[in-house]
């Protein structure tokens, strides 16, 4: 049965009203939860974010909310992951909040050392860069690239997917680090296993020259040591900004990326005060300071480029297995 005009007009008038009504609960909602984390404070913060990134976050955060106060411990993944496990067993927890990679915040899963928040921010990013239970969400991601140095590559050589490292121009000219395997086991997954390994066997006959840090295949690249190499974006782009002659390629498909999680602790102390970070990170304000600081945002619309790359994160199933594909990684490359 067709509404006539007032039946629409009904409808429009009801539909208006619920939707007044449920920005005024959630804004009720919003002000019960400022008062709250204003008794609380203070926020401990674990990260294995540069400092760089956790200071802007934490600036545009203050500025929003004076009152709180915000203590930042950074280390590495591995051992920020045994500080909060030893924690845990000695019965105290010094985080609210953990940036953190998605092996471990897997495993802090698996402990019981998260808490889950749906966050409404959340709703907005993709499926695969969200928990489907709430214990974790995407904050910024490093992708993996093809970066050259365009001094020293022709425009007609510059590789616009993965099977262009495949041409003959390339032999002895890719650099690679020993470590790749994230992006190794990703193709794999993404191509299917014969795909995949048609490609790797091929790309070892170009003999790539292995070196073991990113930042130090992105300097020698840059210097003309190697013209080309599998890097970060993350790892180039500030050396591009410093003048040096870098740029990676955005046209593979895909580009697979690493991510960086926001949690909140099990045992925080100012959950109210966690959750409203949480949401601040989420948000498109918040993700406007990843990339101020000079990283990828994961919240889709933040960044007109990398809402056009093929992006696709690197599966659950090649993070739980990492020493397999590290292994096979190595025995393939770097015998």
């Not at 109210?272 to 889709?300: I, T, W, Y």
Request: with cysteine.
């Amino acid at each position: 049965m067709r509404l006539g005009l007032a039946g629409k007009s009904v409808a429009s008038v009801v539909a208006g009203l619920m939707m007044a009504w449920s920005a005024a609960v959630t804004s009720a909602q919003e002000a019960d939860r400022i008062a709250a984390a204003k008794k609380e404070g203070k926020l401990q913060i674990y990260s294995v974010m540069p400092r760089s990134y956790n200071d802007s976050i934490a600036k545009a955060f203050q500025q929003k909310y004076p009152f709180a106060q915000l203590t930042f411990f950074r280390s590495r993944g591995d051992a920020l992951l045994a500080r909060i496990v030893t924690e845990a067993r000695a019965g105290r927890s010094s985080f609210d909040i953990v940036f953190i990679d998605t092996l471990e915040t897997l495993e802090l899963k698996r402990l019981g050392l998260l808490t889950p928040y749906a966050s409404p921010q959340a709703q907005l990013y993709r499926k695969a860069d969200k928990d489907p239970e709430g214990y974790w969400t995407d904050f910024t991601n490093i992708y993996i690239v093809i970066s050259y140095n365009p001094e020293l590559v022709p425009k007609d050589k510059v590789p616009r997917d993965w099977q262009d490292l495949l041409d003959p121009h390339w032999k002895r000219n890719i650099g690679l680090t020993d470590d790749e395997f994230e992006w190794f086991g990703s193709l794999l997954q993404y191509w299917g296993n014969d795909r995949g390994m048609k490609f790797f066997r091929a790309l070892r006959a170009q003999e790539p020259q292995i070196r073991q840090a990113h930042t130090l295949l992105a300097q020698i690249t840059a210097s003309g040591e190697v013209p080309l190499a599998i890097n970060y974006a993350g790892v180039v782009e500030p050396l591009t900004k410093k003048g040096a002659p870098l740029v990676w390629i955005k046209t593979t498909k895909p580009i697979v990326y690493k991510s960086t999680l926001v949690s909140i602790g099990q045992s925080a102390s100012s959950p109210n005060l966690a959750k409203l970070f949480v949401d601040f990170c989420l948000s498109p304000e918040g993700q406007q300071e990843v990339v101020k600081a000079g990283s990828a945002p994961a919240r889709p619309g933040i960044s007109k480029e990398s809402d056009e790359l093929d992006l696709r994160p690197i599966p659950i199933e090649v993070i739980q297995n990492s020493n397999r594909y590290l292994q096979e990684f190595r025995q393939l490359f770097v015998r």
